[in-house]
């Protein structure tokens, strides 16, 4: 019945003549599905046709009556078959990473792109709100700041490009952290103001970007930052961090643990320059998913050449 099947160049298999699909939202849209559907049922028939020629001997006789094929070649074009099927596995999975990536980086950008909304005073609601711009009102408490160090300066475009910042960085100095009192929520949480080179981690030697009285700002929502094993052990006592332990971060300066990255907009003249958030993510996957089918087309080109012309 198989044999049948696969010799029947009309047939395709169940999924492929399953109910029409749903309705999507556009002719076009529907004109793909049913192509990308087509595509993967001759590939399938073309896969099965495959596996019986090589594994199958009667299969084999019947489609290519009179033709002998050396032990030696036959071990081989298995061999070559099941190269090529691996190959092609990885490259599948290459499109599944592809599309899980496109997905990650729309979600990214819709989330940092977003309109800023009001700050939930629910520290538990934080991650899920990851990157979210959230607009907060209040009072900074410049008596308690702290940094983070050593950071280097993302310009905003280096900020928002995909391909990362490492080696385009114009300086490198300290990430300045400052409670801030709601105003409306009662609460005190930590803001990342933003970059200030080694010269000016004195909070001294920039006073006129101290800002003081009520001020709203916007900023984004950030959770902890991984630690390495070859990271700094902390300076509690003179206000020093080398990592983005909201945890440890609000427990040293008796805040809620919610920490916001301000935005370049609030960027003071004399103060820390915002918008220091790295939003950046690699997307290499569309290389592997052509190394991989092109690896597999390549077997399968030489399995045709050496082993089909053969019968």
Request: glycine share 6%; with cysteine; aromatic share 8%.
């Amino acid at each position: 019945m198989l044999k049948r099947m696969c010799c029947n160049s009309q047939w395709m298999p169940p999924m492929a003549r399953a109910s029409p699909p749903s309705p999507s939202p556009s002719l076009a849209g529907r004109w793909f599905e049913s192509r990308a559907a087509l595509k993967m049922a001759r590939s399938c028939c073309f896969l099965v046709r495959l596996c019986l020629l090589l594994f199958d001997p009667t299969f084999r006789e019947t489609t290519f009556p009179g033709a002998t094929i050396p032990r030696a070649d036959l071990q081989e074009s298995k061999m070559t078959m099941t190269a090529f099927l691996r190959l092609a596995v990885r490259g599948r999975t290459s499109v599944k990473r592809l599309l899980w990536k496109q997905d990650l980086i729309a979600n990214l950008e819709h989330r940092t792109r977003a309109p800023p909304v009001d700050l939930p005073p629910d520290p538990l609601e934080m991650p899920s709100l990851e990157y979210r711009r959230m607009r907060v009102r209040g009072t900074f408490d410049h008596g308690n700041e702290m940094i983070i160090l050593p950071r280097s300066r993302l310009d905003k475009g280096q900020a928002e490009s995909r391909r990362g910042v490492v080696g385009r960085t114009s300086q490198h100095g300290a990430q300045v952290v400052t409670p801030f009192v709601c105003s409306d929520l009662g609460i005190t949480i930590l803001v990342n103001r933003g970059f200030v080179p080694m010269s000016r981690l004195d909070p001294a030697s920039r006073t006129k970007g101290q800002v003081e009285g009520e001020v709203e700002l916007v900023g984004l929502v950030r959770l902890n930052e991984p630690r390495s094993a070859f990271t700094p052990d902390d300076d509690v006592a003179n206000r020093r961090w080398h990592s983005r332990d909201v945890s440890k971060l609000a427990q040293a300066a008796g805040t809620f643990p919610i920490f916001l990255d301000a935005v370049a907009d609030s960027t003071v003249p004399g103060g820390p320059i915002g918008g220091q958030t790295n939003v950046s993510l690699r997307n290499d996957h569309t290389q592997y998913l052509l190394t991989w089918y092109g690896l597999s087309a390549l077997t399968l080109l030489l399995w045709v050449q050496k082993f089909v012309r053969k019968l």
